[in-house]
Protein backbone atom coordinates (compact mmCIF):
# COMPACT_ATOMS: atom_id res chain seq x y z
CA UNK A 1 0.00 0.00 0.00
CA UNK A 2 0.99 3.41 -1.01
CA UNK A 3 2.30 5.67 2.08
CA UNK A 4 3.46 9.02 2.24
CA UNK A 5 4.15 10.50 5.12
CA UNK A 6 5.74 14.17 6.12
CA UNK A 7 7.84 15.35 9.20
CA UNK A 8 9.76 18.54 9.88
CA UNK A 9 6.93 21.14 10.09
CA UNK A 10 7.17 23.42 13.58
CA UNK A 11 6.89 26.96 14.74
CA UNK A 12 9.22 29.17 12.93
CA UNK A 13 9.90 32.93 12.80
CA UNK A 14 8.77 35.12 9.66
CA UNK A 15 12.37 35.22 7.51
CA UNK A 16 13.66 31.68 8.91
CA UNK A 17 14.36 28.68 7.37
CA UNK A 18 12.54 25.08 7.58
CA UNK A 19 13.33 22.08 5.92
CA UNK A 20 10.31 19.29 5.15
CA UNK A 21 10.75 15.51 4.65
CA UNK A 22 8.44 13.07 2.83
CA UNK A 23 9.17 9.13 3.39
CA UNK A 24 7.79 7.19 0.82
CA UNK A 25 6.89 2.99 0.72
CA UNK A 26 4.98 0.31 -0.96
CA UNK A 27 5.60 2.00 -4.71
CA UNK A 28 9.03 2.91 -7.22
CA UNK A 29 10.05 6.15 -5.59
CA UNK A 30 12.10 6.10 -8.31
CA UNK A 31 9.78 6.57 -11.20
CA UNK A 32 7.53 8.38 -9.86
CA UNK A 33 6.78 12.29 -9.75
CA UNK A 34 6.48 14.21 -7.01
CA UNK A 35 4.44 17.36 -5.78
CA UNK A 36 4.20 19.95 -2.72
CA UNK A 37 0.76 21.06 -1.88
CA UNK A 38 0.16 23.52 0.84
CA UNK A 39 -3.79 24.31 2.65
CA UNK A 40 -3.51 27.55 4.58
CA UNK A 41 -5.81 27.83 7.51
CA UNK A 42 -9.54 27.45 6.31
CA UNK A 43 -8.77 27.59 2.95
CA UNK A 44 -8.61 25.03 -0.63
CA UNK A 45 -5.63 23.27 -1.42
CA UNK A 46 -3.08 25.30 -3.30
CA UNK A 47 0.14 23.44 -5.63
CA UNK A 48 3.24 24.83 -4.80
CA UNK A 49 6.35 22.89 -6.19
CA UNK A 50 6.75 20.23 -8.77
CA UNK A 51 10.07 17.53 -9.31
CA UNK A 52 10.44 14.63 -12.49
CA UNK A 53 11.16 11.42 -11.66
CA UNK A 54 14.96 12.23 -11.92
CA UNK A 55 15.36 15.62 -10.49
CA UNK A 56 16.39 17.13 -13.94
CA UNK A 57 12.95 19.00 -14.25
CA UNK A 58 11.86 21.23 -11.28
CA UNK A 59 8.70 23.79 -11.03
CA UNK A 60 7.43 26.32 -8.36
CA UNK A 61 4.09 28.29 -7.47
CA UNK A 62 4.90 31.86 -8.17
CA UNK A 63 3.86 32.76 -4.42
CA UNK A 64 6.80 30.56 -3.48
CA UNK A 65 9.57 30.53 -6.76
CA UNK A 66 13.05 31.79 -5.59
CA UNK A 67 12.10 31.15 -1.66
CA UNK A 68 11.33 27.43 -1.63
CA UNK A 69 13.82 24.31 -3.40
CA UNK A 70 12.41 21.15 -3.76
CA UNK A 71 14.64 18.27 -3.90
CA UNK A 72 14.84 14.39 -3.51
CA UNK A 73 16.86 11.25 -2.28
CA UNK A 74 16.10 8.32 -4.38
CA UNK A 75 18.13 6.09 -2.41
CA UNK A 76 16.47 7.17 0.62
CA UNK A 77 12.81 7.08 -0.93
CA UNK A 78 12.13 11.09 0.40
CA UNK A 79 11.23 14.36 -1.14
CA UNK A 80 12.44 17.43 0.71
CA UNK A 81 11.35 21.15 0.38
CA UNK A 82 13.82 23.46 1.83
CA UNK A 83 11.96 27.05 2.42
CA UNK A 84 13.87 29.84 2.83
CA UNK A 85 12.32 33.73 3.88
CA UNK A 86 9.66 32.20 5.53
CA UNK A 87 6.80 34.79 5.59
CA UNK A 88 3.38 34.68 7.63
CA UNK A 89 1.12 33.89 4.95
CA UNK A 90 3.78 30.54 4.08
CA UNK A 91 1.84 29.22 7.53
CA UNK A 92 -0.20 25.99 6.35
CA UNK A 93 -0.40 22.22 6.14
CA UNK A 94 2.52 20.81 3.94
CA UNK A 95 1.13 17.95 2.04
CA UNK A 96 3.85 15.36 -0.24
CA UNK A 97 1.62 13.74 -3.15
CA UNK A 98 2.53 11.13 -5.59
CA UNK A 99 2.25 11.97 -9.40
CA UNK A 100 1.04 10.17 -11.92
CA UNK A 101 0.55 11.61 -15.89
CA UNK A 102 -0.36 14.96 -13.82
CA UNK A 103 -3.12 13.63 -11.64
CA UNK A 104 -1.91 13.40 -7.98
CA UNK A 105 -2.72 9.94 -6.84
CA UNK A 106 -2.11 9.80 -3.71
CA UNK A 107 -1.39 12.37 -0.73
CA UNK A 108 0.43 12.35 2.88
CA UNK A 109 -1.44 13.48 6.00
CA UNK A 110 0.77 16.61 5.68
CA UNK A 111 2.55 18.63 8.45
CA UNK A 112 1.80 21.60 9.91
CA UNK A 113 4.17 24.76 9.23
CA UNK A 114 3.23 28.20 11.46
CA UNK A 115 5.23 31.09 10.71
CA UNK A 116 4.82 33.71 13.51
CA UNK A 117 7.29 36.17 15.84
CA UNK B 1 -5.44 31.05 -18.53
CA UNK B 2 -6.26 27.71 -17.31
CA UNK B 3 -8.78 28.02 -14.44
CA UNK B 4 -11.04 25.44 -12.69
CA UNK B 5 -13.90 27.03 -11.06
CA UNK B 6 -16.39 25.52 -8.25
CA UNK B 7 -19.01 25.88 -6.62
CA UNK B 8 -18.52 26.80 -2.65
CA UNK B 9 -20.94 24.84 -1.07
CA UNK B 10 -23.47 21.56 -1.66
CA UNK B 11 -25.83 19.93 0.27
CA UNK B 12 -27.50 16.62 0.15
CA UNK B 13 -30.06 14.60 2.23
CA UNK B 14 -29.40 11.50 3.97
CA UNK B 15 -29.60 8.82 0.57
CA UNK B 16 -30.02 11.41 -1.82
CA UNK B 17 -27.98 11.76 -4.98
CA UNK B 18 -25.83 15.02 -5.79
CA UNK B 19 -23.57 16.15 -8.36
CA UNK B 20 -20.82 18.54 -7.59
CA UNK B 21 -19.46 20.30 -10.33
CA UNK B 22 -15.56 21.67 -11.56
CA UNK B 23 -15.97 24.13 -14.92
CA UNK B 24 -13.14 24.56 -16.91
CA UNK B 25 -11.72 27.91 -18.76
CA UNK B 26 -12.88 28.25 -21.91
CA UNK B 27 -11.00 26.69 -24.53
CA UNK B 28 -9.78 24.05 -22.34
CA UNK B 29 -12.58 21.48 -22.73
CA UNK B 30 -10.05 18.63 -23.95
CA UNK B 31 -8.35 18.77 -20.35
CA UNK B 32 -9.03 16.13 -17.98
CA UNK B 33 -9.52 16.73 -14.08
CA UNK B 34 -9.55 14.51 -11.00
CA UNK B 35 -11.40 14.97 -8.18
CA UNK B 36 -10.06 14.86 -4.36
CA UNK B 37 -12.17 14.29 -1.49
CA UNK B 38 -11.13 15.44 2.20
CA UNK B 39 -13.03 14.75 5.35
CA UNK B 40 -12.77 16.99 8.67
CA UNK B 41 -9.31 17.19 9.49
CA UNK B 42 -8.01 14.82 7.57
CA UNK B 43 -5.51 14.64 4.15
CA UNK B 44 -6.84 14.44 0.88
CA UNK B 45 -7.60 11.20 -0.52
CA UNK B 46 -7.82 10.62 -4.33
CA UNK B 47 -11.36 9.58 -5.64
CA UNK B 48 -11.09 9.23 -9.54
CA UNK B 49 -9.85 10.95 -12.35
CA UNK B 50 -12.72 11.96 -15.26
CA UNK B 51 -11.56 12.71 -18.97
CA UNK B 52 -12.79 14.73 -21.02
CA UNK B 53 -14.39 11.79 -23.45
CA UNK B 54 -16.70 10.78 -20.11
CA UNK B 55 -15.04 8.21 -19.07
CA UNK B 56 -13.74 7.69 -15.78
CA UNK B 57 -11.25 5.75 -13.42
CA UNK B 58 -11.65 5.41 -9.57
CA UNK B 59 -8.96 4.53 -7.33
CA UNK B 60 -8.74 1.40 -5.33
CA UNK B 61 -11.43 1.08 -2.58
CA UNK B 62 -13.95 3.91 -3.66
CA UNK B 63 -17.58 3.04 -3.71
CA UNK B 64 -19.69 2.23 -6.49
CA UNK B 65 -21.81 5.53 -5.52
CA UNK B 66 -19.26 7.59 -6.47
CA UNK B 67 -19.00 8.19 -10.31
CA UNK B 68 -17.80 10.86 -12.94
CA UNK B 69 -19.35 12.40 -16.24
CA UNK B 70 -18.05 15.19 -18.72
CA UNK B 71 -19.63 17.61 -20.67
CA UNK B 72 -18.26 20.71 -22.79
CA UNK B 73 -16.12 22.37 -20.06
CA UNK B 74 -18.00 20.83 -17.16
CA UNK B 75 -16.71 17.69 -15.42
CA UNK B 76 -18.58 15.80 -13.00
CA UNK B 77 -18.77 14.40 -9.48
CA UNK B 78 -22.05 12.54 -8.54
CA UNK B 79 -22.71 10.79 -4.95
CA UNK B 80 -25.88 8.43 -4.89
CA UNK B 81 -27.09 7.48 -1.83
CA UNK B 82 -25.06 9.92 0.03
CA UNK B 83 -24.15 8.78 3.34
CA UNK B 84 -22.98 10.69 6.26
CA UNK B 85 -19.12 10.00 5.84
CA UNK B 86 -19.42 11.89 2.70
CA UNK B 87 -19.71 15.19 4.35
CA UNK B 88 -16.53 16.38 3.40
CA UNK B 89 -14.43 18.95 1.21
CA UNK B 90 -14.21 18.13 -2.98
CA UNK B 91 -11.60 19.49 -4.92
CA UNK B 92 -11.10 19.32 -8.87
CA UNK B 93 -7.34 19.43 -10.21
CA UNK B 94 -5.98 19.28 -13.22
CA UNK B 95 -2.80 19.79 -14.71
CA UNK B 96 -0.24 21.62 -17.39
CA UNK B 97 2.99 21.38 -18.12
CA UNK B 98 4.67 20.56 -14.90
CA UNK B 99 2.50 22.53 -12.32
CA UNK B 100 -0.89 20.69 -11.21
CA UNK B 101 -3.70 23.20 -10.51
CA UNK B 102 -6.99 23.09 -7.91
CA UNK B 103 -10.25 24.38 -8.17
CA UNK B 104 -11.39 26.50 -4.82
CA UNK B 105 -12.94 23.10 -3.16
CA UNK B 106 -16.92 22.32 -2.44
CA UNK B 107 -18.02 21.59 1.21
CA UNK B 108 -21.11 18.98 0.44
CA UNK B 109 -23.16 19.12 4.13
CA UNK B 110 -25.11 15.85 4.26
CA UNK B 111 -28.24 16.20 6.10
Known amino acids: QEQLAESGGGLVKPGGSLRLSCSAS????????MSWIRQAPGMGLEWISY????????SYADSVKGRFAISRDDAEKSLYLQMNSLRAEDTAVYFC??????????WGQGTLVTVSS | QLVLTQLPSASASLGASVNLTCSLS???????IVWHQQQPEKGPRYLMR???????SKGDGIPDRFSGSSSGTERSLTISSVQSEDEADYYC?????????FGGGTKLTVL
Open chain 1, 97 to 106: ARVMGGCIVS
Open chain 1, 26 to 33: GFIFSDSY
Open chain 1, 51 to 58: INRDGSTV
Open chain 2, 26 to 32: SGHRIYD
Open chain 2, 50 to 56: VNHDGSF
Open chain 2, 93 to 101: QTWGTDIQL
